[in-house]
DNA sequence: CGTGATCTTGACCGAATGGTCAAAACAGCC
DNA sequence: GGCTGTTTTGACCATTCGGTCAAGATCACG
């Protein structure tokens, strides 16, 4: 199976079915705690039928984290330079912050991946990621420069946004435990976070 | 070798070299990443020789988070609820940042755990851990409602914290990736999180 | 120095795990 | 129905890993 792109419809079907077992199994155990077994078991395929899909343990999980890397971006990508700052930046935040309520699993994986180092999206990071970083951090520089926002720095500003809003993904479990059952932790980040960005970088 | 308080000389330098390697794989590669033939390795000792001083894997994995339970809350437990107020609510994001300098690896294995779903330490979560933030959520609701701080959510400031301040220990590679060689992310990171804070909270 | 307790290790074990393979089952098409 | 290419699987393999054990080395102390 050196198929890059499914040609039949068993194959369009079952390879979306491994890829979100192992979505699932890979965001809650980490690379090394998933198994074939459990990522077979849960896409309802045998083990070589895996195998017969993807040549390995680690091209399914390459294929998740590049499959992830595009759609992970799209937010911080539709930062509109023409746009009014402040909105620009409130949107941002408001859909990063979409993303860790639609896409937990994929923000756990992608945890899970950078805290061991990156050792399977290291390279991606100085290039892919660090340019569209770069580009939007100059586009908030010139808005800084003009007086539009208050004086902030670009990249940490862009930090802040990341850790804030995966916090809420990646720390869920706390999240729930510190604030008990009956709070709803993403409804309330939401306007948390709005107020914070606000006063942040309103001049 | 059930002994819970080390009594030996030999005893104490083995357990803590031990915990030291372990602290080292653990936080580099989670849980199921780590195995004992490297903790071994590191620390300097046969296999067996571990399991002389620990009965199992698992065993030292606790001892460490255990461990770091106890520190890890050190910096919200000084919150002085009889300071002024700004001043206090900085300086706790300062001394939680110094963590992250000080202690990374401590942070990561936290966030694997956390990550995970919590299964070792999720009771600690619910009382120890939370205990502890409603306390201090309630002395800084105190201080919203006497007007000496901006109205913000106790418990989501409180998560704020950790959330910036973790993120330059546990996405380090990440950071370091976008921001280049050149620069210092935990000295930049102090800045931008004294001003982040202090535009937030000021009333 | 002798002796009992502590410490260390080589050899080994069973279970789990990633991966292979050849053969069977099936689908699509004439 | 028969043929070809695709899909599925049971049986199997090599390696890794957590953990055991019995015997040997070392230490503390009288």
Chains 1, 2 share one sequence.
Do not use: C
């Amino acid at each position: 199976m050196n198929v890059q792109k499914p040609r039949t419809r068993i194959q369009k079907k079952n390879r979306r079915a491994i890829l979100d077992a192992a979505l699932d199994v890979f965001s809650a155990h980490g690379f090394r705690g998933a198994t074939l077994d459990r990522i077979a078991e849960a896409a309802g395929l045998s083990k070589p039928n895996l195998l017969y899909y993807f040549p390995s343990k680690e091209a399914i999980h390459v294929a998740l984290l590049s499959q992830l890397m595009d759609t992970w971006l799209d937010p911080l990508r539709e930062l509109d330079p023409g746009g009014e700052p402040v909105a620009e930046l409130l949107g941002y935040v408001r859909r990063k912050l979409q993303m860790s309520r639609d896409f937990p699993r994929e923000s756990r994986l992608f945890a899970n991946e950078i805290l061991q180092g990156a050792p399977r999206i290291g390279p991606a990071l100085e290039t892919e990621l660090k340019d569209l970083v770069d580009e939007k951090a100059a586009v908030i520089r010139g808005w800084v420069e003009a007086g539009r926002i208050a004086p902030v720095d670009p990249h940490h500003l862009i930090f802040s946004v990341w850790a804030l809003t995966q916090h809420y993904a990646d720390f869920d479990v706390q999240v729930r435990a510190v604030l008990g059952a009956a709070r709803d932790p993403l409804d309330e980040a939401e306007r948390f976070l709005d107020t914070l960005f606000a006063r942040l970088v309103t001049p």
